[in-house]
């Protein structure tokens, strides 16, 4: 570098000023060549170092780019931020690692936890996009100001084919805690699609704990739909949704129950099992039919337990769902129609 600067020594014309051949802008362009040399000289003057910086972080040359990452620790300032946060996604990790770390400590509020998975959910990296679920699965606390925006990248995962297979569990997960207000809405007619779901068991089961998750009333009649294929899976689901279900229970129970077939015994088997741990006085006689029915003596034995734990039950037992908007229910589930008496 030194060598270089001498060769730019000559002597001044007439009224021109003299120049630093160590200013900033003079020594950039070797940053690459001589990181330790040409980056304790901008270091040493931030203010003109800044842009330089900036500037070369989208150098083509690596080594530039990364020395230039690691400079925006020492003369970047928030001022900047906007303009290199499109490099907190590069591709070389080094680079976007250090434009992180600028981007934590110039605007912490603006970028935190939240804010960097959404980035890392936009991009097209399988494993910075199930770390970012991951990481949002696990917040202390859902900012409702983002929650939608949230929402909208993890359905997509859920949505997306290509992806869905891979991350819908992860993805299912997060919307768990980050499910948004038209989740539901978004979901739902995926979930109600059996022939697409047929061979997809985790997609579904993705989808299940996604829609349960929202204690939305639309969400109900969907997931009901699989009882005859997945019993255990939906009994819990629906359990988890709360008071919501109960109706969609006690009508899909007495759809089945003169349903003989396999998934007859399964469907009504499910309803009391849902029925028992959210039922109230209303279903007390959808119970007590099953309660007699000697078709089934193990759901007949729980239908006269529910029974009882229902009349035991104080009425604020039960933790009130979340409302959703009032739908009917779009079908019957599987078969249904053609076997109801």
């Known amino acids: 570098l030194f060598d270089l600067a001498a060769r730019t020594l000559r002597p001044l014309r007439a009224g021109e000023a003299a120049r630093d051949p160590f200013a900033p802008d003079r020594v950039a362009g070797q940053l690459g060549n001589d990181?330790?040399?040409v980056g304790a000289i901008l270091r040493r003057n931030p203010t003109a170092a800044e842009p330089i910086v900036v500037r070369l972080l989208g150098s083509p040359d690596l080594k530039t780019r990364r020395a230039a990452a690691d400079l925006l620790a020492?003369?970047?300032?928030?001022?900047?931020?906007?303009?290199?946060?499109?490099y907190a996604t590069a591709a070389d990790p080094d680079v976007a690692r250090a434009v992180r770390a600028f981007l934590r400590r110039v605007n912490p509020t603006a970028f935190d936890a939240v804010a960097e998975a959404m980035m890392d959910l936009k991009t097209e990296d399988r494993t910075k996009r199930l770390a970012a679920m991951a990481a949002l699965a696990a917040v202390p606390a859902v900012d409702p100001k983002r929650r939608n925006d949230v929402a909208v990248l993890l359905e997509a995962a859920l949505l997306d084919a290509a992806k869905a297979d891979a991350e819908g569990e992860a993805a299912a997960a997060a919307l768990t805690v980050w499910h948004?207000?038209?989740?539901?809405?978004?979901?739902?007619?995926a979930l109600n699609n059996q022939d697409n779901l047929k061979n997809r068991p985790a997609v579904r089961d993705a989808l299940v704990t996604a829609l349960a998750a929202t204690k939305d009333k639309i969400a109900v009649s969907v997931i009901m739909k699989w009882m005859p294929v997945e019993p255990t899976k939906v009994t819990q689901a629906l359990v988890r949704m709360g008071p919501v279900a109960e109706d969609e229970a006690i009508r899909?129970?007495?759809?089945?129950?003169?349903?003989r077939t396999p998934d007859g015994v399964k469907a009504r088997a499910g309803c009391v099992g849902v029925l028992a741990e959210i039922g109230t006085a209303k279903s007390i006689p959808a119970l007590a039919r099953a309660s007699k029915d000697q078709r089934d003596v193990v759901t007949q034995e729980v239908a006269r337990q529910a029974i009882e734990t229902i009349k035991a039950r104080p009425p604020a037992a039960v933790p009130a769902a979340t409302p959703g908007p009032a739908t009917k229910p779009t079908s019957r589930p599987a078969g249904a129609a053609a076997r109801a008496a």
């Open 252 to 259: 899909i129970m007495n759809v089945y129950f003169t349903d």
């Open 180 to 189: 948004g207000d038209r989740t539901a809405a978004r979901l739902a007619p």
């Open 35 to 37: 990181p330790e040399t």
């Open 74 to 86: 020492f003369v970047g300032t928030e001022r900047v931020a906007p303009q290199v946060q499109a």
